[in-house]
């Protein structure tokens, strides 16, 4: 079958992989439909890793996906031929300590699709295990769906640092991930939501997405320690993960606050200010991909709570390369990139 792999940095071309076997037991076909472009795929195609983690060329890379069942195995009997479904991408093993606890994006047995581990969703069909597969509400699209997986991330971020009524908080970056914290944010009482970026096409989608406030990444400081007369936000949600946005972060946070870091960083070393962190008495927390919250994302955006106005490509299975470097260039005013499998 015909895959798009990373065969060195900042190169894509397309890949023949084995045809997909039939489904074991418990396993089901997907022909994948749409896939959307991820922050952490373009760690993978700028840099050729991610944090001490190097590509292993020629790497597949893509884990928001949507697509159909075309075959079951035997045992299966919560999916059928026919269902629309999206991919959690984690492979885990169900019995490990940290699955029995419920935390499933810490399986120490876990395979991550589009990591060196095994091959990602930019190619056309893929087995996964039933309980992988989440049935997709009929009143999405295909590329609404294949929002599922980065929407199951917020949900899993807010798992962790719950929004509370009332509350005032300020997201870090208004790329795909920080646009749908922002949004989040909204839906669960945030009083107030500020969000801050380098481009103003992005600030400009983000206040479409829910922020009251979109300011740019020099001005944020002024303007939430103005608006709160200097007591600063109850969260910080990082979808930055620089320097700059880090330490801005720690410093907007009000004292007793709470600051979490959802993207991944540049590099392996990141010093955070971390005295003044500790004179706050801060909550510092930090986020790995979505526990397994495909089903809850699904719902979320199903009832219209989330929107998908930062949805501005779809670009054909064939030019899957040109959406990375819309991307990595950040042109004509994109937003998120969903790639077009198949119609």
Known sequence: MRSIALVAQRTLEEYRLPDPPDPGPGEVLVKLKRVGICGSDMHWYLEGGIGHTKAGYPQVLGHEPAGEIIATGKGVHSRKVGDRVSIEPSLTCGHCEFCLRGQHNNCIHCVFLGSPQAPGLFREYAVVPEHNADPVPESLNWSQAALI?????????????PVHLGDTVAVMGAGPIGMLCASMAKQAGAARVYICDKLPHRLELARKMGADVAAPVGEMEQVVMDETRGRGVDLVLDAAGALETVNMGIRIARLSGRYMLI?????????FDIHTAMNKELLIHTLKRSNHKGAEAARLLAAGRISDALVTHTVPFEQTARGFELLANYADNVGKVIIQVAP
Do not use: N
């Open 263 to 271: 993207a991944i960083p540049v590099g392996s070393d990141l010093p």
């Open 149 to 161: 997986e980065p929407v199951a991330v917020i949900v899993h971020v807010m798992e962790l640092v």
